[in-house]
């Protein structure tokens, strides 16, 4: 790659960008962590983290230590430390704002699969994790960022096993037919190369903005269906400096989750 | 309130008087020693055919040691549940311990993964969140908890979970029945000799997991006298009643760390996921860490080491809150 | 009265003699708080009191304040604190010994009243304070004493209210098929003359023991119905020295519960 | 899962989305500056008609300045959770505050139950532990919460409970209804500015309700620095999200007591107990307690005074546990 910053800095730096300050934010394993860091670091030092093993608003100790979210380092000075159903039960109040989500294929719909991949549930061609708190996440928070690699055969036209639920077949009012709650749905969509939100109407996936350097062709030719496209395009900025900075300088200094690009 | 649709999953329904029964007669109301060698307590209370919970994660507080002694003594047809883990259910599986897998999050590794493509081990779809509420009804003594997940999902129709409309609402519910564990394994932080139990830091459902279990086996970093869990009531986790058998196991968690005692031996997860892929390098894995180890000390002997476990404990820096 | 001893006492004596060492046992407000403490002082010093409000194996502190429940000296000591859904639950899933109540009207099987008096809920002659946590404890613990005042408009043919279920109207099964936990309900009643206990067959009252200085005849007098009379008769004996030493020197010196003899 | 039986008491269905909707809404998240006077936090937040809870006792930590002031302010037709109150449930009926009680455990005094009797206070019968299950369901986000109490009882019949047949094991189960009280009044040992709040020892609901609550007041014995507050999380009870107001309030549990601080005030609770059954009597206390005084400070100031103040703390020796 000759960018000046990885696929997974870029990624990290869309997620964090979507958070806002003084949000109740419900944070997975993984690149979510590093995403909501920086965004505290950056530009929301008032958001409050969440996480399903119980701790509340904490404030993660940097440089971020792979595989740390119910320790230490990752629970430093938070303002609470409760249990997961506690958790779960304020996020079914209606009290989370945010959940951000990574996923192993996406429909045009926002329905997501973690579990497996193959025609045949008892026969599975590659099995994953499985749900984890992503079907909490995305039935339960008010908007869901979900982070996905830009593969083509990650943007299905119809997921193998929809694990955790977007808006279903599209059908007005889908979602609250079914008993979830109202208002409720995946948000946005981020890549590596383009971010997504869902049309009002249709719930359909639309593009919303493409990487400097890439064209909508470019988004497209790399998803199996073919999602809309908003009227006006949004132009997504590479990491600045000051984002590479401190991904690189504070939060993961030894490149474990960001990585290195062809150039170091 | 009518059943509009039922997951198709495997799950077993618990009769309530039947548990009730068994609290009853075989959970010791008296304050008795129950401090007795790992080896000794997965004796008296893993059996082949069990359902094993265990709280709370692989990097965090997890009863490693007592999951390792499970594999050692060689159990089999275990159902685990996989609340959160990232090491476990690959080597209860690598071992042959397992007959299926409430999931939860069932990671990690190739390993595991072809063993549930090639139908070797069974698993029944749930979540993080749901698995944990059916620790909580059965820890209530209820047949179910309602929730808003799972519904309108593949997930659902793989679970055991039923949707009814609700009598109040008149809108779809989603049921989970409750769950209770044959044995749960909480590793905690100090108990006294008759299990009275304090975990320290944020954690998943140490409490639901020990109510819900028929068999509680503990494992502590430290054994502390019943005075002081008088002087701090409010610090008990686990009330003695619950618990089976008190394991003494310092460094209990390695891999994982114990907060604010020590932290997680990086090096060591990354040898196992290494391995976690592969059945030959899993075999040298289980060979290595487990079966060429007689216990808990042995390992920390032979495969940690003092210094080892001196840079762990210097690493935990983090004190705060952790009492 | 020309006893030694008052009525409370002979009542409290009655209920600690019940509790048995070593095991849990659920302790409602007022009378059973004395009785649970002179247990322990007594014979039973490794029994667990359980209160609604969280306490969990206290060890109150003497001499014993009115009014006091979920404060310090009650809670004195405990193996934990925790609150009142835990407590609960716990009972539900058959963990509670013993529970021990007081009720204001009981019938033949032990159904309880602390509701109201009348034939019309909607208008009743007298109000009470309803169930507390009375019909948690008669529907979960393993075994309930209720402890009552020996009058015959409290021993009554039916209750105007069942606050609390005993064995319901007595036919075989009846707790169990109302989906009640298979194995409990009212084990033993306590009065300041008699003790009870409920048949095994057909779940009526029945006469165990007279207080020594009255006749079975005495003790039916005073009750609307007649229960069954056990074929061994138990004589009760009045307040031990050593219990009344107890009661009187340590737990209650101001007499605010047991109150003075007509001697004193 | 047929309705086997449907209690005839009053209750309200709270739309679950509706309450989201809510709390999305209405509960802040940025951390921002809540104390405010008793008399403002009431003024906001507590309307005509509204249903109240509080937590936990009359007796101990329970919110009695925070119940004084909303007599004092003159609020009608409330309806009120008495989960086990002994003076709150008596003192708001004789002051007119309300039109009904979910009866819990309904003290003290002969005025209160001819107000029931006479059919001027409605009641819906509940018992301590199904309302607070009723929270735990409110706090949960779920419509209903099942139980094994309240079967068979002429309690579940004036209830607003429902029996199902449970369609797991097929045998008969009650639910009862979440409870979503417009207002939640909790009084803490200490919390910060923005509503962190910690209890200490034990109690009924003081999380369920605040969670529960579409409102929750905290009144407070300590003010103390969010600093305080993230270096020991696991002492938090209340996190500053679920809380609209703090209102500083030290001896705000008289006549009841603050485990660890001050010792309920016997004489005070005799004097109460003397006028529970006399309306005449009453009407005296109140206007002697709550009316006369135009706040907390000024009833401590000319009611009860330094000297009594610190008897009541003098009194309380037993400080292990409580912090």
Same mark, same amino acid.
């Given at each position: 790659?000759?960018?000046?910053?990885?696929?997974?800095?870029?990624?990290?730096?869309?997620?964090?960008?979507?958070?806002?300050?003084?949000?109740?934010? #419900?944070?997975?394993?993984? &690149?979510?962590?590093?995403?909501?860091?920086?965004?505290?670091?950056?530009?929301?030092?008032?958001?409050?983290?969440?996480?399903?093993?119980?701790?509340?608003?904490?404030?993660?100790?940097?440089?971020?230590?792979?595989?740390?979210?119910?320790?230490?380092?990752?629970?430093?000075?938070?303002?609470?430390?409760?249990?997961?159903?506690?958790?779960?039960?304020?996020?079914?109040?209606?009290?989370?704002?945010?959940?951000?989500?990574?996923?192993?294929?996406?429909?045009?719909?926002?329905?997501?699969?973690?579990?497996?991949?193959?025609?045949?549930?008892?026969?599975?061609?590659?099995?994953?994790?499985?749900?984890?708190?992503?079907?909490?996440?995305?039935?339960? /928070?008010?908007?869901?960022?979900?982070?996905?690699?830009?593969?083509?055969?990650?943007?299905?036209?119809?997921?193998?096993?929809?694990?955790?639920?977007?808006?279903?077949?599209?059908?007005?009012?889908?979602?609250?037919?079914?008993?979830?709650?109202?208002?409720?749905?995946?948000?946005?969509?981020?890549?590596?190369?383009?971010?997504?939100?869902?049309?009002?109407?249709?719930?359909?996936?639309?593009?919303?903005?493409?990487?400097?350097?890439?064209?909508?062709?470019?988004?497209?030719?790399?998803?199996?269906?073919?999602?809309?496209?908003?009227?006006? &395009?949004?132009?997504? +900025?590479?990491?600045?400096?000051?984002?590479?900075?401190?991904?690189?300088?504070?939060?993961?200094?030894? !490149?474990?989750?960001?990585?290195?690009?062809?150039?170091? | 309130?009518?059943?509009?649709?039922?997951?198709?999953?495997?799950?077993?329904?618990?009769?309530?008087?039947?548990?009730?029964?068994?609290?009853?007669?075989?959970?010791?109301?008296?304050?008795?020693?129950?401090?007795?060698?790992?080896?000794?307590?997965? !004796?008296?209370?893993?059996?082949?055919?069990?359902?094993?919970?265990?709280?709370?994660?692989?990097?965090?507080?997890?009863?490693?040691?007592?999951?390792?002694?499970?594999?050692?003594?060689?159990?089999?047809?275990?159902?685990?549940?996989?609340?959160?883990?990232? &090491?476990?259910?690959?080597?209860?599986?690598?071992?042959? /311990?397992?007959?299926?897998?409430?999931?939860? #999050?069932?990671?990690?590794?190739?390993?595991?993964?072809?063993?549930?493509?090639?139908?070797?081990?069974?698993?029944?779809?749930?979540?993080?969140?749901?698995?944990?509420?059916?620790?909580?009804?059965?820890?209530?003594?209820?047949?179910?908890?309602?929730?808003?997940?799972?519904?309108?999902?593949?997930?659902?129709?793989?679970?055991?979970?039923?949707?009814?409309?609700?009598? #109040?609402?008149?809108?779809?519910?989603?049921?989970?029945?409750?769950?209770?564990? +044959?044995?749960?394994?909480?590793?905690?932080?100090?108990?006294?000799?008759?299990?009275?139990?304090?975990?320290?830091?944020?954690?998943?459902?140490?409490?639901?997991?020990?109510?819900?279990?028929?068999?509680?086996?503990?494992?502590?970093?430290?054994?502390?006298?019943?005075?002081?869990?008088?002087?701090?009531?409010?610090?008990?986790?686990?009330?003695?009643?619950?618990?089976?058998?008190?394991?003494?196991?310092? #460094?209990?968690?390695?891999?994982?760390?114990?907060?604010?005692?020590?932290?997680?031996?990086?090096?060591?997860?990354?040898?196992? &996921?290494?391995?976690?892929?592969?059945?030959?390098?899993?075999?040298?894995?289980?060979?290595?860490?487990?079966?060429?180890?007689?216990?808990?000390?042995?390992?920390?002997?032979?495969?940690?080491?003092?210094?080892?476990?001196?840079?762990?404990?210097?690493?935990?820096?983090?004190?705060?809150?952790?009492?």
């Amino acid at each position: 790659m000759g960018q000046g910053f990885t696929e997974s800095e870029f990624m990290i730096c869309q997620c964090a960008r979507l958070m806002e300050d003084g949000r109740i934010v #419900f944070i997975g394993y993984g &690149m979510p962590q590093i995403a909501a860091i920086l965004a505290q670091r950056l530009h929301a030092p008032r958001m409050v983290q969440m996480y399903e093993f119980g701790a509340v608003g904490s404030l993660p100790e940097t440089p971020f230590v792979r595989f740390t979210m119910g320790g230490p380092r990752n629970c430093y000075r938070s303002l609470a430390w409760t249990n997961m159903n506690t958790i779960f039960a304020q996020a079914q109040l209606g009290m989370v704002d945010l959940g951000v989500l990574g996923a192993t294929q996406i429909d045009r719909f926002g329905n997501i699969n973690s579990t497996m991949l193959g025609a045949d549930y008892k026969h599975p061609e590659k099995r994953f994790p499985g749900s984890g708190g992503a079907n909490e996440v995305l039935t339960q /928070c008010w908007r869901t960022v979900i982070v996905i690699m830009h593969e083509r055969r990650r943007f299905v036209k119809k997921v193998d096993f929809v694990t955790s639920p977007g808006y279903l077949d599209g059908s007005p009012g889908a979602r609250e037919r079914a008993g979830l709650p109202r208002g409720t749905g995946p948000w946005r969509v981020v890549t590596s190369k383009a971010l997504y939100g869902f049309d009002e109407e249709s719930r359909q996936m639309t593009v919303l903005g493409v990487l400097r350097g890439f064209s909508v062709d470019d988004i497209l030719k790399e998803m199996e269906f073919t999602p809309l496209v908003a009227g006006t &395009m949004e132009q997504l +900025e590479p990491p600045t400096l000051e984002e590479l900075r401190v991904l690189r300088e504070e939060i993961d200094p030894t !490149r474990a989750i960001i990585g290195w690009t062809a150039r170091e | 309130m009518d059943v509009l649709q039922a997951g198709i999953g495997e799950f077993r329904v618990e009769d309530p008087d039947q548990l009730r029964a068994f609290m009853r007669t075989e959970k010791r109301r008296e304050m008795v020693d129950k401090v007795m060698p790992e080896a000794e307590a997965v !004796r008296r209370y893993v059996k082949d055919g069990d359902y094993v919970s265990f709280d709370f994660s692989s990097f965090t507080r997890g009863p490693a040691s007592l999951v390792r002694e499970i594999i050692r003594q060689r159990r089999r047809h275990l159902w685990f549940a996989a609340k959160f883990t990232l &090491m476990e259910s690959t080597l209860l599986v690598a071992a042959g /311990c397992l007959r299926g897998i409430d999931v939860g #999050f069932m990671g990690l590794g190739n390993l595991l993964a072809r063993a549930v493509e090639e139908g070797r081990i069974k698993v029944t779809e749930w979540t993080n969140g749901t698995l944990t509420l059916r620790h909580l009804a059965g820890a209530m003594g209820v047949p179910f908890l309602p929730t808003r997940n799972l519904l309108a999902t593949d997930t659902l129709t793989y679970s055991g979970a039923k949707v009814v409309r609700d009598p #109040f609402t008149e809108r779809p519910i989603a049921l989970v029945p409750a769950v209770n564990p +044959e044995v749960g394994l909480v590793h905690v932080h100090q108990c006294d000799m008759y299990g009275n139990a304090r975990c320290f830091g944020p954690g998943v459902s140490p409490l639901e997991t020990a109510m819900a279990s028929k068999r509680t086996i503990i494992s502590t970093e430290e054994i502390i006298t019943t005075d002081d869990i008088r002087k701090e009531p409010a610090k008990t986790t686990i009330p003695y009643y619950l618990v089976d058998a008190v394991v003494y196991a310092p #460094f209990g968690c390695l891999p994982g760390g114990a907060q604010g005692m020590y932290e997680m031996d990086t090096e060591h997860f990354l040898e196992y &996921m290494a391995a976690s892929g592969d059945e030959q390098k899993m075999a040298a894995y289980l060979e290595k860490y487990i079966y060429s180890v007689a216990s808990h000390e042995e390992f920390l002997e032979k495969r940690v080491g003092v210094a080892r476990l001196l840079e762990l404990k210097r690493q935990a820096t983090i004190k705060e809150g952790y009492h």
